[in-house]
Structure formats: structure tokens, C-alpha cells
């Protein structure tokens, strides 16, 4: 065992090469289109038109840094961590919802330094989740070990993200929480019962709340209310359609001058297909979905369950993401606050982002990708139980 | 082993289920960028263009010599951004200034800061005074209201000539459209071309860093200048205006002169109209002292309707869209086809008994009187129907239809003026010989007056119709010419000769008939007294239009003058005591201006004449009596015998002087004839001609190498104010003015 640990350590040195040129392409691109897309609301709002870019730019070589040193820094050590690490974030959520005054509850002050709880929040559900599903005693298939237990751990974040309110943060773990689960091998069918409560109490929720009814209204409607409750959608659209095949060109987005509303942030995926058009929107969408299926390939050579499980939970955050931004900006659903991933501008964002690509890089180190057959890799992953036992 | 499961999940699950995600996210934007490419684009741009108009500066419209007639001058326009404005009390306090100091209502002006627009008009064609209170108010503020409130460029219409010409050259609506007249008709030439700048802006109004605008320059509208020239318009308006508050006509008075060699207008009106300034305002005395006297209440319903029938009424062209019955003026082109057609010799005789029996109908003379044995020169001076009928006889229906036609009369003229109406006449298949007999004498149809102008122009013009035009010329803002009305002649309907002789008759018909008489001049001409179809019955009713047309010089015309009055309201409402003089008199002022010279030799006037006694006998032989001696007869009354005559006998009178013969009828009893001597010192001869006769004295003119153009009163026999009798001779001493 010590053996293969060693013979696998030798071959430590290459993280996965696809994978981190994936990760620096968007990162590249975004950073490019920030550049552009923020231009005019940086020059109206702070009076400098480098001021996203600046600050991003910063943020990007941070987050290299700390990509850097994730993807060298042993998986096997959040094992101890994830459980503190989860209860200082779950203590973060409380405190934001104590100390902010902000309408929406999201920042933290610290020393003229400000970030987000819940971006940090993700990546400690993740670990703590992948720690308590990786568990070889756990009876996945049990309803109440292998899906309630689970789903409280990630509710309890969902329910703090949401009530701060950020709703899609809080779907956005919900989400995050159920992929792992059914990845971990939960039976599906014990979940339907709990769907159809879901849909229900949506629907149920749907009927009582008239704001509610008026949103799902003016998604399907954006016409109706083109200044008031349609006009995000409905600006976002206008800058995707003048778009066309090809675009109008780098810079020359017309849409970013104050007709969206947050042009360098969740709409910064509008002004891109403006300017580029849909051949390159295509492109970024297809280095997305490499970017995922590569990922979920190093997962299903990951060394153990515990880092296979990590991976799933950092690709599909990465993924559900990426597909709720670009649905929401395109009009397929309603318009709802969530960023896109490597474009957007946000620090904390960025930096946690980099850091969970570190964390997959990482455990890329140790995956059988190339030389190893399918069959080796499942029995890798057998020894590695095993080992989990002893550590654990 | 549960593994296998949940690495094919892993494995396979996820990365199928995110890729379709991804391929139906590609799909929906395929749908968005490619397929509704076109709507998106469009609403975009519509969203971010900017176009901005701006306006071309409207032509102007000036007289032949260049005399503006309307003008545009800059004046300014309130602009707002209503999205500029931040709060409510930015709101209110703009909508308060605005409306205090632009004198709108505040409700309108608060609903437009209302809006979420960056370009809302607030007022335009503001004066100087107003756009810089605007001005101040924003510099006042710092830069509070900078991006929301400012003041442009606009352009405002002038007519510095108020009501000269006014029906003529018509108004512009509030966005510089030509509502009537020529400002209407002419609309393409006046209102240019607008420019536009065409910009890409930012949601809060800036322009975008990289070049997005488009120019296209303005191009300003065209000059019109008429072949109306404003001195002889003046000249027009001035008479008719007296007239008709001397004559106290209750409809409207009108006048046209026209260039006979060319078929230039050369000045057109009608009375009462308006101030081009306030097109929507009556500015007439006459009228708004007799709406107040019938309705009393200004406020009143049936005071405003009444108000707002009148001034649409006199808004129109009465020249050019008002049809009349031409009355005995007609009896120019009867005669003119019987001459043409050598139909009667000049030597034949007619007889009248006053009435003619003509099957179905009898026609009588209007005058009443019998004209006894008459040539066809003496039945055109005495206007006499009877002779016209026979006359009409012999031209037949067919030929008369067909010169009707030729002279012009069943079609517009086309002078180049909105609102021309077209004639009313019979169908040559289905008119009958009593229809004939009838419009021999300018009754039973009807015509515009600038049609029987046109059709007595071309007599006077040796029977060439020439095509009447208003329009000389449009010329672009660099001078040059667009363009160019040239004098066109139409058709030549009757001969030379025949003119010539007709010419002749004209001016008998005015030395014989005094009142269109002018000294030193030789005036062809023939006055009308038709009567009015009454609305109400579709009869002939009481009401009249008396109407008188001219040209001069005899020998070599120049112009030709109507003059017609519709319902005088004076005791004596004949053409040939109303508007022959009105037309003699502005002839007189006309030639005067054209510097045709008057020519005194032979002329008869200062002949003195010893007034005889004619108490006692009959109307008819009175009248005969005097106008043997060359004085004009003015019967009053309708009684059979003359009870007083005024100047009395063996008064010394010159001839074409007029006594005033007063039956024996009850009317008579208790008149009060005394009247006051007008002033006549510093006027022009025409003018104290006029002045004494309107006062119903005679005059005596008195003066060495006497030049109508340059000699004014200096003196005069009885002073001004006197009380005297009427028909009282006035000698009135003229010399050259001095300058």
C-alpha cells in the first residue's frame, strides 16, 4: 500500500493538463470580456473604466496563487479539516446575518476587506458532504443516512444562503448537495417522494405569493413591463439578439452602456454574445463542457471516494452554475441573481473558484487518467475504502 | 458493492446530462442571436438611436418687388429629459417654474417630468425673454437640472402685414405645416428639407466612445415671390374697406386687379379677413361690435358658435371659392360673340319698351325705365335687357355654350390657389332658349370672380386668354431661380376688331354711365347688380351683389379691375351707384402708381352747367332732362313725380356732377339733407372725388397743368365741418405737391 502510494507520488508531479488549460482559457477569455463588458458602468460608477478590470486582474493572480497552492496542498488533510472548516463557515453565515445592514445580507467586513460567507460556504458543504458520503460504513442506500442525513448537512447552508436572501445561492447548494448524493449512490426512487413535495410546495408557494406569480409572469412576458419588472430580461435579450452569428466586434457592445444592469457581473454573458456573437458563444460554451466532462472524468479515476466525491461537488458547482447564469440571462429562466463562473466580477468568487479548480488539480495528481485502464482504476478506488478507514 | 452504480453516475450520468444541458443552452441561444436576430436588433436600436430633426427653415413669401409678405425668424424651444430627474421635489419644482414662467398649466407640465424619456418638447416658438429665464433658472441651479433642462433652436412664423393679402397667403399650423392659402398650396417649395443627426447613445443619454453619428444637412425651403404687388394690395384694401362700412355691406366685399397682358395677379381681397398672426381671431370691428349687439354675452354659447362660423368665413378667398351670379358684367361676352359673329351691325336699332315677351317668359330692363330706340353701343351703356335677349336670340344656344367655354367659364382657372370652386352651368344638351335669354344678362349661373377677371382680361387684351398666375417665381436660398412663371397666352377667343369695337362700347358705357367716370383717363367698363340666390327659398331673393369690372387705358389696357359688394345694405344697392365708383376710384390710385400718365386735353369737366328746374314733372323726364345736360340723376324715392331737386334750380353746376331728384313719395317727407363738408386739404383728387360724392356733394376741380399722380387739395370753397345742403358744389384748388 505504501507502494502504490509511492509509485503514485512519482507521477505526482503532473496535475491534469487538459483540465488546467481549460481552466485558464475561460479564466483568460473572462477576464477579457470583463474588461470590456464593465467599461462604461466603471467609468460611470467610480469614475476610472479600469476599475473592475484592475481589481479582477488582481483577484486572478491571487487566484492563481492559491490554485497553485491547492493543487499541491494534500487532498487527504481536508478529510480532518472539512468539519471545522463547515462549522466556521456555517458561524460566517450566522454572522452576516447579525452584522450586515445590508438589504441583502451577503458581505462581510473585515479590516476594510470585504467577502462573501456563502462562496466560501460552498466549497466546506462540499468537503463535509464528501467526507460523510465517502464513509465505507454509511448505508448510501438507506433513506434516512443516504439521503436525510446528507441533505442536512447541505440544507443547513441552503437555509442560511437563503434567508440572507440569496435564493440562488441557496438552490445553487441545494443542487450542489443532491448531485453528490445521487453520485454517492442513493437510491433515486427514495427521492421522488421528496421531489414531488418540492414541486408541490412550489407550486403551493406559487399560488399564495402574488410577487411570485407576477415573476414567473413577467419571465414568460418580459414585453409586458419592458421598464419596470421586464427590463433586465428584456435588455439582456436585446444585447444577445444584436448579436447575430458573429457579433459586433470586441468592445463594441452597445447594450453595456447602461442598458443592462449589472453588465460586468451576472449579465456579463449578454454583453460576450453581443460582441462576439453565437459562433463564440458556442466555443466558450463547449470549453464549459469540457471543462465539466473532463472534470467528472477525473472523478471517476479519482485515488478514493472521498476525492471522487470532492471533484463531482466542485464540477457540478462549476456546471450548475455556468447553466443557470446563461439560462437566466438568455430568458429560459427567471431572472435571479447568480453569477458566471471565470467572467463575472467578484474577488471572493474568483479566488474560492480557483482554489476548488486547485483542489481538482490536485486530486488529478492521483487519478489513473492516462496509463490506467478502467478496470485498474476501479480496483484503485477499491483499496482506497480501506485506507479511508485507517485515516478516518 | 454499491461503487459500480455510482461511478457510472460519475462516469457517465453527469457528463451526458450537463452536456445536453449545454446543447440545448447553445440551441436557445441559437434561437435568440441568429433566429430573432432581427427583432432584437431592431428593438435595441430603437432603444439606443438618437435621431434628432433638424428643422429646415421654412421659405419666405414676399411681393414681386421682394416685400415680405411671411417670414421665418428664430425663436426658441423648451426641451426636457425627463429621466434625468431624480426626485419628487425635483419634479415639482421644475413643473412649477416651468408653468409660471412659460404660462402653461402645471398639470401638463408635471405629467411630461413624469415620463421616462430623454426628449420631451415642453414649448416651442418661445421668445427670447422666455429661453433665457429658462436659461438663468438651469445656471442658477448648478448642475442639478443641466442634463434635464434645456433650451434649442426653433423657428417661428411672421406675417409682418398682418391682415394685407391675408386670404391670400393663408398660415402655418404649430408644426410649420401650411394650413391654408399659399402657405398650403405651395407647401412643397416652402418647407425644405430636414436634416438629421443620427447617434448611438448611452442608457443615460452620453455619446458612446466610438463614432456612431450621421449628418444630413437641412436643406431650407424655397422663396415664392407672387406677382402680387403689395402697393396696389394696399391701394385695394383701402377702398374696399371704406366701402364696406359706408355701404354697410353684410356680407363680405371683394376685389381683384389683374396685369390684362400677362394674366398677372397683381392684387386680391376680400373683406373682412383676418390677421395672419391670430388666424383664429376675428381683428374686425364692424363684426365684433355686431356679435356683442346680437348675442351680449361674450361667454355665451351662441356668441362663440356665431364667432367661430365668422371667422372660419372669413378666412376664405372670396375671389377664388365663392361663387355669384355675374349680372349685367356679363353682357361683355354676350356682346362679344354677337360682335365676333357679326351677328348685329353697329347701326342696327333695338327697341325697348322695358319689357320683352319671349314665349313662356317676359324680361324686363332693371332700370325700370324704357330705352326706347337704342344702338347696340347704347343697349351695352344702358345695360339694357331687352336688346340682350334678342341679341342672345341670334347667337343661339350651341355658340353661346361653346364661347362660354372658350372665355373660360366651365373650368378652374387654375391661377394657383387652394380652394378654387367650379362654376355652375347648364348642359349644352339640355339648356333651353329661356336659360339663354337669362344668362345673356349674367343670370340663372354662376361663376368665381377670378374667372370673369381672366375672361374680361382677355377682351381687354385683344382677345387672347391669358392664363392667370399668383405664383411669379420660387427661388432656392443661393438665388437661384427654381422656378419661373412666364405670361402665357391661352387661346384666342374673339378678334382684335371685335375687341376694339367691344372696347369702344366699355368706354361709352362708362362716360355715359359718370360714376366709373375718372378725369383724364379712358376707363372701359360695365357695372352688375345680380341678385342672390336665396338660400332659403332657391330663388332670386332682395339680396344683391353689386359688382363693377374695368380696364384701362382705354387705347392700350394695362390692368383690370372687379370690384364686387355683396348685400349692400344702403338705400340704393345698383352696381352702377356702389361699385363703379369704388372701382373708378382705385383705377385712379392704380394708374396713378403705374405712372400712366392722365391726359386733360378735351377733357369736358370743368364745363360749367346751369342746374334747370324739374319740380313737378315726371321721374322719367327729370332724369332725361339732366343727363342731357352730362349731369348724374340720383332718384330718391318711388314716387311718380319729382318733389324736390337738390341743388335747386339755376345752380351752377360742372358737368358729370349729380343732383339728387326727390319723388313725391311718403319716405321723403321730414329727410333730413344736410351734411357735413369733409377735409379735403393734402389729398389727392380721386380721394376728394370720392370723399365729396360719399358726403353726397359735388365737386369742382380747379388747378393749372393738372397731374394726377403729383397734385394734391390745397384749397377748398367751404370749409371743412360746415353744415350744407346736399348737392352743394365744393370748389376744390389743386397744385403739385410739394416735396
Redesign the interface.
Known amino acids: 500500500m505504501k507502494n502504490d502510494l509511492q509509485s503514485r507520488s512519482k507521477r505526482i508531479s503532473s496535475v491534469d493538463l487538459p483540465f488546467l488549460a481549460a481552466v485558464l482559457l475561460l479564466l483568460a477569455i473572462g477576464l477579457a470580456t470583463l474588461y470590456s463588458a464593465g467599461y462604461?458602468k466603471a467609468l460611470?460608477k467610480t469614475g476610472n473604466s479600469y476599475f473592475y478590470i484592475a481589481r479582477q486582474g488582481a483577484f486572478a493572480a491571487g487566484g492563481l496563487v492559491v490554485m497553485f497552492l491547492a493543487s499541491w496542498f494534500p487532498y487527504k488533510a481536508y478529510r480532518k479539516l472539512a468539519p471545522f472548516l463547515y462549522g466556521a463557515s456555517v458561524v460566517l453565515l450566522g454572522a452576516v446575518l447579525l452584522l450586515s445592514n445590508d438589504s441583502e445580507k451577503r458581505w462581510l467586513y473585515i479590516g476594510g476587506f470585504q467577502f462573501q460567507p456563502s462562496e466560501v460556504a460552498k466549497v466546506t458543504v462540499i468537503l463535509l458532504l464528501a467526507l460523510y458520503l465517502s464513509n465505507p460504513k454509511l448505508r448510501?442506500?438507506s433513506f434516512w443516512r443516504g439521503i436525510v442525513f446528507p441533505a442536512v448537512i447541505f440544507g443547513v447552508c441552503a437555509l442560511l444562503v437563503g434567508v440572507e436572501p440569496h435564493l440562488s445561492g441557496a438552490i445553487l447548494v441545494c443542487c450542489i448537495g443532491l448531485?453528490m448524493i445521487?453520485?454517492?449512490?442513493a437510491n433515486v426512487l427514495q427521492m421522488v417522494p421528496i421531489g414531488l413535495a418540492c414541486v408541490a410546495g412550489a407550486v403551493a408557494l406559487y399560488f399564495s405569493k402574488e410577487y411570485m406569480q407576477q415573476r414567473v409572469y413577467t419571465w414568460l412576458h418580459p414585453e409586458s413591463d419592458p421598464?419596470g419588472a421586464g427590463y433586465q430580461a428584456l435588455q439582456s435579450?436585446?444585447?444577445?439578439?444584436?448579436?447575430?452569428?458573429t457579433g459586433l466586434g470586441y468592445g463594441?457592445s452597445?447594450?453595456k452602456?447602461?442598458?443592462l444592469p449589472e453588465p460586468q457581473n451576472d449579465f456579463i454573458f449578454s454583453v460576450f454574445?453581443e460582441e462576439m456573437?453565437?459562433i463564440a458563444?458556442?466555443l466558450v460554451?463547449?470549453i464549459?463542457?469540457f471543462l465539466?466532462?473532463r472534470g467528472?472524468?477525473i472523478?471517476?479515476h479519482a485515488p478514493d471516494?472521498f476525492s471522487?466525491l470532492i471533484v463531482?461537488g466542485i464540477?457540478?458547482r462549476v456546471?450548475v452554475q455556468t447553466?443557470f447564469n446563461?439560462?437566466v440571462v438568455?430568458?429560459?429562466l427567471p431572472v435571479t441573481g447568480i453569477s458566471l463562473p471565470f467572467f463575472s466580477y467578484g474577488g471572493t468568487a474568483l479566488l474560492v473558484l480557483l482554489g476548488e479548480m486547485g483542489i481538482v488539480l490536485q486530486i488529478s495528481r492521483y487519478a489513473t487518467i492516462e496509463k490506467d485502464p478502467p478496470l485498474k482504476s476501479?480496483k484503485s478506488?477499491?483499496q482506497t475504502p480501506s485506507e479511508q478507514e485507517a485515516t478516518v | 458493492m454499491n461503487m459500480p452504480s455510482s461511478n457510472n453516475r460519475v462516469r457517465y450520468l453527469w457528463p451526458i446530462v450537463f452536456g445536453l444541458l449545454f446543447l440545448g443552452l447553445a440551441g436557445w441561444l441559437f434561437r435568440i442571436q441568429v433566429i430573432l436576430h432581427d427583432k432584437y436588433e431592431s428593438r435595441a436600436l430603437d432603444q439606443q438611436t438618437w435621431e434628432i430633426t433638424v428643422d429646415a427653415k421654412r421659405g419666405s413669401i414676399k411681393d414681386v418687388n421682394g416685400v415680405v409678405l411671411a417670414r421665418s425668424a428664430s425663436a426658441y424651444q423648451v426641451l426636457m429629459a425627463p429621466s434625468q430627474l431624480d426626485s419628487e421635489e425635483e419634479r415639482v419644482e421644475l413643473a412649477t417654474f416651468l408653468s409660471e414662467t412659460l404660462g402653461l398649466s402645471y398639470d401638463s407640465v408635471y405629467e411630461k417630468t413624469t415620463k421616462k424619456s430623454q426628449y420631451i418638447v415642453i414649448k416651442r416658438r418661445i421668445e427670447s425673454a422666455e429661453a433665457d429665464a429658462v436659461v438663468k433658472f438651469v445656471s442658477e441651479n448648478k448642475k442639478k437640472y443641466s442634463d434635464a433642462l434645456w433650451v434649442s433652436e426653433d423657428t417661428k412664423r411672421y406675417y409682418p402685414l398682418g391682415n394685407l393679402l391675408s386670404t391670400v397667403v393663408g398660415f402655418v399650423g404649430t408644426d410649420n405645416q401650411g394650413l391654408e392659402g399659399l402657405e398650403y398650396y405651395y407647401e412643397q417649395y416652402l418647407k425644405g428639407t430636414p436634416g438629421k443627426i443620427t447617434a448611438i447613445r448611452t442608457a443615460s443619454g452620453s455619446s458612446l466612445p466610438f463614432e456612431t453619428e450621421s449628418y444630413q444637412d437641412a436643406v431650407d425651403g424655397y422663396d415664392l415671390y407672387l406677382t402680387v404687388d403689395v402697393q396696389m394690395q394696399y391701394i385695394l384694401e383701402k377702398y374696399i374697406s371704406n366701402a364696406r362700412v359706408e355701404h354697410n355691406v353684410q356680407s363680405r366685399i371683394g376685389g381683384v386687379i389683374m396685369n390684362v397682358k400677362t394674366g398677372a395677379i397683381l392684387a386680391m381681397s376680400s373683406k373682412p379677413d383676418y390677421d395672419l398672426n391670430a388666424p383664429f381671431a376675428i381683428n374686425d370691428e364692424m363684426t365684433l361690435k355686431q356679435l356683442l349687439k346680437e348675442y351680449k354675452d361674450v361667454a355665451s354659447p351662441e356668441y362663440i358658435k356665431a364667432y367661430n362660423a365668422q371667422q372660419v368665413e372669413y378666412r376664405k378667398n372670396k375671389i377664388i371659392s365663392e361663387l355669384y351670379d355675374p349680372g349685367s358684367t356679363f353682357k361683355i361676352f354676350t356682346a362679344a360673340m354677337a360682335l365676333e359673329e357679326n351677328l348685329v351691325s353697329l347701326t342696327e336699332k333695338f327697341y325697348c319698351r322695358n319689357s320683352i315677351n319671349m314665349g313662356a317668359i317676359t324680361y324686363h330692363c332693371a332700370s325700370g325705365r324704357s330705352h326706347k330706340e337704342e344702338t347696340f353701343r347704347d343697349a351695352m351703356a344702358n345695360s339694357c335687357n331687352v336688346a340682350f335677349v334678342q341679341i342672345a336670340e341670334r347667337i343661339g344656344v350651341s355658340r353661346f355654350y361653346d364661347y362660354f367655354t372658350l372665355f373660360g367659364f366651365r373650368s378652374k382657372t387654375g391661377v394657383g390657389l387652394p380652394g378654387e370652386a367650379a362654376s355652375i352651368f347648364f348642359d349644352k344638351e339640355t339648356m333651353s332658349v329661356w336659360n339663354l335669354y337669362s344668362a345673356s344678362f349674367g343670370q340663372t349661373f354662376q361663376i368665381t370672380p377670378i374667372q370673369l377677371i381672366a375672361g374680361v382680361s382677355a377682351i381687354a387684351n385683344g382677345g387672347v386668354y391669358m392664363q392667370p398666375y399668383i405664383l411669379d417665381r420660387v427661388v432656392d436660398q443661393n438665388g437661384n431661380v427654381i422656378l419661373q412663371n412666364e405670361a402665357e397666352a391661352v387661346r384666342q377667343i374673339i378678334s382684335k376688331e371685335s375687341c376694339d369695337t367691344l372696347n369702344d362700347f366699355l368706354e361709352y358705357t362708362v362716360v355715359k354711365g359718370k360714376r366709373g367716370y375718372l378725369e383724364g383717363y379712358r376707363i372701359c367698363g360695365k357695372t352688375g347688380t345680380s341678385q342672390k340666390v336665396d338660400s332659403s327659398s332657391a330663388g332670386y331673393g332682395n339680396k344683391v351683389v353689386a359688382s363693377f369690372v374695368c380696364f384701362a387705358p382705354a387705347d392700350d389696357p394695362e390692368i383690370a379691375i372687379l370690384v364686387l359688394v355683396d348685400e349692400p345694405n344702403t338705400e340704393i344697392q345698383f352696381g352702377s351707384y356702389i361699385a363703379a365708383p369704388l372701382g373708378r376710384d382705385i383705377m385712379g390710385e392704380c394708374l396713378e402708381y403705374l405712372n400712366i400718365e392722365p391726359d386733360y386735353e378735351g377733357d369736358s369737366s370743368s364745363r360749367s352747367v346751369t342746374v334747370p328746374g324739374v319740380v313737378g314733372t315726371s321721374a322719367d323726364q327729370a332724369a332725361a332732362a339732366m343727363e342731357e345736360l352730362g349731369l348724374i340723376v340720383k332718384i330718391i324715392g318711388d314716387g311718380e313725380k319729382i318733389a324736390r331737386q337738390l341743388p335747386v334750380e339755376k345752380t351752377v353746376l360742372c358737368e358729370g356732377n349729380t343732383v339728387l331728384l326727390y319723388t313725391d313719395s311718403k319716405d321723403n317727407e321730414n329727410l333730413n339733407t344736410t351734411v357735413t363738408v369733409p377735409y379735403l386739404i393734402g389729398k389727392p383728387a380721386a380721394e376728394c372725388n370720392s370723399l365729396l360724392q360719399q358726403a353726397g356733394l359735388n365737386i369742382k376741380v380747379v388747378g393749372e397743368n393738372l397731374n394726377y399722380a403729383t397734385t394734391v387739395a390745397v384749397k377748398q370753397s367751404v370749409a371743412a365741418g360746415t353744415q350744407v345742403e346736399k348737392g352743394t358744389l365744393i370748389t376744390v384748388h389743386f397744385e403739385e405737391k410739394k416735396q
Do not use: D, H, M, P
Not at chain 1, 237 to 245: E, N, Q, T, V, W
Open positions: 462604461a460611470q448510501v442506500r448531485i445521487i453520485s454517492a449512490g421598464t435579450l436585446y444585447a444577445i439578439g444584436s448579436g447575430g452569428l463594441n452597445r447594450q452602456y447602461l442598458y454574445c456573437g453565437w458563444a458556442v460554451l463547449c464549459f463542457a465539466i466532462i467528472f472524468y472523478a471517476a471516494r471522487s463531482v464540477v457540478s456546471a447553466i446563461i439560462a438568455s430568458g429560459a476501479e478506488e477499491k
